[in-house]
C-alpha cells in the first residue's frame, strides 16, 4: 500500500529542500556561465600560455566525477587551512563544473562567427571589446544557447549528490523523510517529480529569456 499522506506533515522539509536547490541552480548557472565565457573567450583568443591553462583547466573537470570534486573541494581543501561550509563548497563545486563544461559550448559558438565579420569591426575601429560585445558575442551564444541552457539543466540535476555532504537540498530532504516514516517509495517518487517540475520550469524560464534576447535577430 502507497501512503503519500504521510507526506503532507513533511511537506515544510521538501519545500526547503527544493528553494535550495533553485538558489543554487540559479547562482551557480550565473557564475557557471560567466566563468565558461571568460575561459571560452580565453581559449579562443588569449596567449598560448592562458590558452594552455584554460585547456588543463577544462579537460580536467570534464575527466573526473563531479563528486570527487565536490569531495575535493570540501574533504580535501581544510588540508590546505581552506575551511568551506557545506553551501560554500556545493557553489564552487557546481560553478567550476558547469565553467568547464560550458567553456567549450560558448567556444564553439565563438568559432562559428566568421573572421570576416571580425574584419570588418576592426575596419570600423571597433576595439577588441567592442567587437566582443558588439560583433562576437550575441550571434554566438544564439547559436549555442539552446546547448548552454541543457547544460544548465543537467548541472542542476547533477546537484543532487551535493546532499553527500548535508547541504540540505531537494535529495537530503528525501532521505530526511523516508528515514523517519520509511516510505521510501513515495518520497523518492514526489522528490523525482519535483525535479521533473523544476526541470521544465527551468527550460521554460531559459526558452522565454532566450526570445527576448535574441527578438532582435528576428526583426532584421
Known amino acids: 500500500m502507497l501512503y503519500f499522506s504521510d507526506l503532507l506533515q513533511y511537506s515544510d522539509v521538501f519545500f526547503s529542500g527544493l528553494m535550495t536547490t533553485v538558489e543554487l541552480t540559479v547562482l551557480t548557472t550565473i557564475l557557471g556561465v560567466a566563468l565558461g565565457t571568460a575561459c571560452a573567450t580565453t581559449r579562443q583568443y588569449g596567449n598560448k600560455a592562458s590558452q594552455r591553462a584554460v585547456t588543463v583547466y577544462v579537460e580536467l573537470i570534464r575527466n573526473t566525477p563531479f563528486i570527487v570534486q565536490l569531495f575535493f573541494i570540501f574533504f580535501g581543501l581544510p588540508a590546505l587551512g581552506m575551511r568551506l561550509s ?70 542542476m540535476l547533477g546537484s543532487a549528490v551535493i546532499s553527500q555532504i548535508s547541504v540540505e537540498d531537494l535529495t537530503y530532504a528525501a532521505n530526511l523523510v523516508q528515514s523517519r516514516n520509511f516510505r521510501a517509495f513515495e518520497s523518492y517518487l514526489v522528490t523525482a517529480l519535483l525535479y521533473l517540475g523544476l526541470s521544465i520550469l527551468l527550460r521554460f524560464a531559459f526558452n522565454t529569456l532566450g526570445k527576448h534576447l535574441f527578438t532582435y535577430r528576428a526583426t532584421r
Open 86 to 155: 557545506p553551501w560554500e563548497a556545493s557553489m564552487i563545486a557546481l560553478t567550476i563544473n558547469l565553467g568547464a563544461y560550458s567553456t567549450e559550448i560558448i567556444r564553439a559558438g565563438l568559432g562559428s562567427i566568421s573572421k570576416g565579420q571580425i574584419e570588418a569591426a576592426k575596419v570600423l575601429g571597433l576595439t577588441f571589446r567592442q567587437t566582443l560585445t558588439r560583433v562576437i558575442f550575441v550571434p554566438a551564444f544564439e547559436k549555442i544557447y539552446p546547448a548552454l541552457t541543457s547544460q544548465c539543466i543537467i548541472v
